[in-house]
């Protein structure tokens, strides 16, 4: 546990004001400016709140950028102004975290062709998830788009490896589908013609690398793929390259036939249905590469405070957090803007402005009770604002491992209360987590009636939020949501489009809720799920395991588990947190990609064999997946 202070002192933290003076200096512009206030729950706060974490000064509030850092500047001022005492690290307001914020090319990319090197630059580039290193002189095979597809509806079963040898080669691969396919077949063949699909079969058949290639009736934009960084899914162990169309010409050349013959040639044998692809082996060309990719580190921001409520620090705590991180300008793969959109700031005011403002305000309330005389029980108000969470959860994840004991009976949080996308409050106030504590439903039917909002309570206390991070580690868990949107990861999302009035129900709700277990005499007690209670819950998925992943760390060649859903076929097999999934069923497992079609192929009741790194160890556990309906 760090110490804490009693009060909060006149100043900002180091960090924090050194951000704001480079905010200043670099940025031309003062800090987002702290609006005055009233101590009761008010719209005008909410709205104001919302405002300031939406000004264009915060450029979308992605993680590890001068965006994050304005709102992080805000958000100290805000908590000091409210009353709270820091309660980040060494004293101050911040939590850092590092993560994984990107890749770039390095200067040591090399592309041989027959012995001699491609001095275009623009030819060829890696791909993000490639793997870095030298990649030897071997030859090169054409097999058309890629395709290892299963018969499905109504269409038949597909092998584009099938008649040739692609071991210890280079694979050459079309992009996604022919453009010619109608609406059925593509969708029928759509989940098996992504990039990291083809290049995970083309590892799996022992292909040294990949060289996908657009081709002139793709219809791309620009020939090549562009560098994108997908944090969650970490790398693969082969070389994935993209190469111009008239690289693939030259490669093609000894067979005669151009790209543009070759491709419209494999899209005829596509739509007429033949089983087995269309590939050749260039016999007369070898290719070797070196891979150069730089992954790039940040160090992310969450923002805490503490509200004292009695003479001293007490032992246990009631966490009321938020994420306050959004998606900066949509450069990452969660933006859903549309064409005329792309690059514009995406303001997040309902993800998740909307449940910062609120928990800012609920800190501001609840330190005007205090400094009023007003008891507010047993247990310190933690207020977090975490960074990250658009990323996987990394902002809390990090402090929770840092500072929750989940096998600790006394002391640290009793309960973590949740607000994400909490502004578009319709006919009723989504609650998750009820399942996390037998406490929840009785007093849910208590405070509600007092503030007249009709709840639609949900048991599942593994979503896709914040909140999850808590409950893995042992801690009863509610989170508001007032559901997904049009405006959702757009430009869209934009203060003018939110129900404050609804914002600030849900805030006083949720005051009698934190005041209801900080007056509590016992803490409330914690219930483990078995697994998620709605149906498929987030992954869609028929089996379930009960695993959680890890995904801050994907540095970490395989699946690291932050844990295991209790009584789940994971937990009953003897599988924990900090366990490293690396193969299943013989299938080598290298990132989250390889997992998710590993559970995909499983089957309900039947034995899977998970490979997996512990201590060192490397273990085989048999696990039988359950059905999730």
Not at 53 to 71: F, M, N
Request: hydrophobic content about 40%.
């Amino acid at each position: 546990m760090f110490r804490w202070l009693s009060r909060a002192p006149r100043r900002r933290s180091r960090t924090t004001a050194i951000a704001a003076m480079l905010l200043f200096v670099l940025g031309g512009c003062t800090a987002v400016r702290l609006a005055p206030s009233s101590p009761e729950i008010r719209e005008a706060d909410l709205r104001a709140r919302v405002a300031a974490l939406t000004d264009e000064r915060t450029q979308g509030r992605a993680t590890g950028t001068p965006g994050e850092a304005a709102a992080t500047d805000w958000l100290a001022r805000a908590f000091e102004g409210a009353g709270l005492a820091p309660a980040g690290s060494e004293g101050g307001w911040e939590h850092a975290f590092e993560f994984t914020a990107g890749v770039s090319l390095g200067p040591e990319n090399r592309l041989e062709i027959d012995g001699a090197s491609v001095e275009d630059a623009d030819a060829w580039r890696p791909l993000a998830f490639s793997r870095s290193g030298h990649f030897a002189d071997a030859g090169v095979v054409f097999v058309g788009y890629g395709l290892v597809a299963p018969e499905t509806d109504g269409f038949p079963a597909r092998d584009d490896f099938a008649d040739v040898e692609v071991r210890d080669r280079w694979v050459m691969i079309l992009r996604d589908l022919p453009q010619s396919l109608d609406a059925d077949h593509r969708r029928a063949l759509q989940r098996h013609a992504g990039l990291r699909y083809k290049a995970m079969i083309a590892r799996d058949r022992g292909a040294r690398g990949v060289l996908f290639v657009s081709g002139p009736l793709g219809r791309f934009r620009e020939q090549l793929v562009p560098l994108r960084f997908d944090a969650s899914l970490a790398g693969t162990s082969i070389a994935v390259l993209s190469i111009g169309d008239a690289l693939a010409d030259r490669l093609l050349a000894e067979t005669g036939r151009s790209l543009e013959d070759w491709q419209r040639r494999v899209d005829r044998a596509i739509e007429s249905g033949e089983e087995n692809g269309i590939s050749v082996a260039l016999d007369e060309r070898t290719l070797a590469a070196r891979v150069d990719i730089r992954t790039e580190r940040r160090a992310g921001r969450n923002v805490l405070g503490r509200l004292v409520v009695g003479d001293r620090p007490s032992d246990e705590t009631i966490v009321i957090g938020a994420h306050y991180d959004h998606l900066g300008r949509g450069e990452g793969g969660s933006s859903l803007a549309r064409d005329d959109e792309q690059g514009r700031i995406h303001p997040g005011a309902d993800d998740n402005a909307s449940g910062t403002a609120l928990i800012v305000e609920l800190a501001e309330s609840l330190a005007a009770r205090r400094a009023r005389g007003e008891a507010l029980g047993r247990r310190d108000f933690v207020f977090a604002a975490w960074s990250g969470e658009e990323l996987g959860l990394l902002g809390s994840n990090a402090w929770v491992a840092e500072n929750v004991n989940p096998h600790a009976s006394d002391g640290g949080p009793v309960a973590y209360l949740n607000f994400d996308m909490v502004g578009r409050l319709r006919d009723a106030l989504i609650v998750q987590g009820l399942g996390s504590s037998p406490a929840w439903a009785p007093l849910l039917e208590d405070v509600a009636g007092k503030e007249g909002l009709s709840l639609h309570a949900q048991q599942d206390s593994y979503v896709p939020t914040d909140a999850t991070s808590f409950y893995t580690h042992g801690v009863p868990v509610l989170s508001a949501f007032t559901d997904n949107h049009a405006e959702y990861h757009t430009p869209r999302d934009t203060l003018d489009r939110l129900n404050v009035e609804g914002m600030a129900r849900i805030a006083r709700l949720f005051e009698r809720i934190a005041l209801a277990v900080g007056r509590a005499d016992t803490r409330p007690e914690y219930t483990a799920q078995k697994e998620p209670a709605s149906g498929r819950g987030r992954t869609g998925f028929r089996v379930y395991l009960g695993t959680i992943p890890d995904y801050a760390n994907t540095d970490v060649v395989g699946v690291l588990l932050a844990g295991v859903a209790p009584e789940g076929p994971a937990d009953q097999a003897g599988l924990r947190s900090g366990d490293v999934i690396v193969g299943a069923d013989a299938r080598p497992i290298e990132n989250l990609y390889d997992y998710t079609f590993a559970l995909e192929a499983m089957r309900v009741g039947e034995p899977v064999r998970l490979e997996v790194e512990r201590d060192g160890e490397r273990l085989e556990i048999d696990v039988v997946p359950a059905s999730r309906e």
